[in-house]
């Protein structure tokens, strides 16, 4: 039996002279091919350009692109992977562009250094933003109306997206397809990828630092491997200290240089983490599903599970969990 691909919601991309193709890529992938397996209309991607025509990419290629920037800001979701220079203005034609596609309705999204067009154009004024670590500072100081956190893979304000760094776009995408079509689609759309669904933690652990070769870091591996594996039992320092033959003011020490955060925090994140999929696929009560994943009460779940999450946890399974 022949299955008639039927078109979904419009997704708009902008290409840009001396972009690197590894962000447009990322937006290709997710959005661009066909999945016909899911047996449902997919995402129809459109490349679009300030001026249509030749557009040259990092390493002395090119494409060429038709649309323009009235196809650009006619799409449902409007996506800018980045900016030629985060030091320069956004030009007049995008503004405007942004503008008139936000004032549609659509979805505007950025990655990496992207969030600094929707700056430009006024999109991130009184809004929590994200962009790469290394361009923060820059963003803050050029937009100070806008909330920049720096400490996050990528934030969902509703009608507008941003992603840090290059690779967190793949998050952010992967965020939407989970918006538009839940769990169980998004986790597939992930393992073709082979990269996971949900990655904990933020930029912190990305930022430059010393990272020398020691011993140690094999015993603090196994402490937290052993932790994932007994998420459900009382964990504190003290007992992954022991678990990797160190005091515990020597694993701290360890901890902090290898993840960029506390054994707490991170284990709080590996503990939200999990509950994702007992709330996805299951109707366990909230109190049990605190409870399995190692929460010592509901309410501390709710709290940290809010404070990750950007939601509570029921509703984050009206939207995501079993119909």
Same mark, same amino acid.
């Given at each position: 039996?022949?299955?008639?691909?039927?078109?979904?919601p419009?997704?708009?991309?902008?290409?840009?002279?001396?972009?690197?193709?590894?962000?447009?890529?990322?937006v290709?992938?997710?959005?661009?091919?066909?999945?016909?397996?899911?047996d449902?209309?997919?995402?129809?991607?459109?490349?679009?350009?300030?001026?249509?025509?030749?557009?040259?990419?990092?390493?002395?290629a090119?494409?060429?692109?038709?649309?323009?920037?009235?196809?650009?800001?006619?799409?449902?979701?409007?996506?800018?992977?980045?900016?030629?220079?985060?030091?320069?203005?956004?030009?007049?034609?995008?503004?405007? %562009?942004?503008?008139? +596609?936000?004032? $549609?309705? #659509? @979805?505007? *999204?950025?990655?990496?250094? &992207?969030?600094? =067009?929707?700056?430009?154009?006024?999109?991130?004024?009184?809004?929590?933003?994200?962009?790469?670590?290394?361009?923060?500072?820059?963003?803050?100081?050029?937009?100070?109306?806008?909330?920049?956190?720096?400490?996050?893979l990528?934030?969902?304000?509703g009608?507008?997206?941003?992603?840090a760094?290059?690779?967190a776009?793949?998050?952010?995408?992967?965020?939407?397809?989970?918006?538009?079509?839940?769990?169980?689609?998004?986790?597939?759309?992930?393992?073709?990828?082979?990269?996971?669904?949900?990655?904990?933690?933020?930029?912190?652990?990305?930022?430059?630092?010393?990272? %020398?070769?020691?011993? +140690?870091?094999? $015993?603090? #591996? @196994?402490? *937290?491997?052993?932790?994932? &594996?007994?998420? =459900?039992?009382?964990?504190?320092v003290?007992?992954?200290?022991r678990?990797?033959?160190?005091?515990?003011?020597?694993?701290?020490r360890?901890?902090?240089?290898?993840?960029?955060?506390?054994?707490?925090?991170?284990?709080?994140?590996?503990?939200?983490?999990?509950?994702?999929?007992?709330?996805?696929?299951?109707?366990?009560?909230i109190?049990?599903?605190?409870?399995?994943?190692?929460?010592?009460?509901?309410?501390?779940?709710?709290?940290?599970?809010?404070r990750?999450?950007?939601?509570?946890?029921?509703?984050?399974?009206?939207?995501?969990?079993?119909?």
């Amino acid at each position: 039996m022949l299955r008639i691909h039927r078109r979904g919601p419009r997704v708009t991309v902008l290409a840009y002279d001396g972009m690197s193709v590894f962000e447009l890529g990322i937006v290709t992938e997710v959005f661009g091919l066909p999945r016909p397996e899911f047996d449902r209309p997919w995402y129809d991607l459109t490349i679009c350009a300030e001026t249509p025509g030749l557009v040259r990419v990092i390493g002395g290629a090119a494409l060429h692109t038709e649309h323009g920037l009235d196809t650009f800001a006619a799409g449902e979701t409007v996506i800018v992977p980045g900016v030629p220079d985060v030091r320069a203005r956004t030009s007049p034609a995008l503004v405007t %562009a942004l503008r008139t +596609a936000h004032a $549609r309705g #659509a @979805r505007i *999204m950025s990655i990496c250094s &992207g969030a600094f =067009a929707l700056a430009g154009a006024g999109l991130l004024d009184g809004r929590r933003a994200t962009t790469h670590w290394q361009y923060a500072g820059a963003l803050r100081a050029r937009h100070p109306a806008v909330q920049v956190d720096a400490d996050v893979l990528y934030l969902d304000d509703g009608d507008v997206l941003t992603s840090a760094g290059s690779a967190a776009g793949v998050d952010l995408c992967l965020h939407v397809v989970r918006r538009d079509h839940g769990p169980a689609i998004a986790n597939a759309v992930a393992r073709r990828l082979v990269v996971p669904p949900h990655r904990d933690g933020g930029q912190a652990q990305f930022i430059e630092a010393p990272m %020398a070769a020691d011993p +140690a870091d094999d $015993r603090l #591996a @196994r402490s *937290m491997d052993w932790a994932l &594996g007994n998420l =459900a039992a009382p964990i504190t320092v003290e007992i992954l200290a022991r678990r990797a033959h160190m005091s515990a003011r020597t694993y701290l020490r360890h901890f902090a240089r290898a993840t960029g955060t506390t054994p707490i925090r991170w284990l709080i994140a590996q503990r939200v983490h999990a509950s994702l999929t007992l709330l996805e696929t299951t109707a366990v009560p909230i109190e049990e599903v605190a409870a399995a994943v190692g929460f010592d009460s509901p309410v501390t779940f709710r709290h940290h599970f809010t404070r990750a999450m950007r939601t509570a946890p029921s509703s984050y399974r009206k939207a995501f969990g079993p119909s």
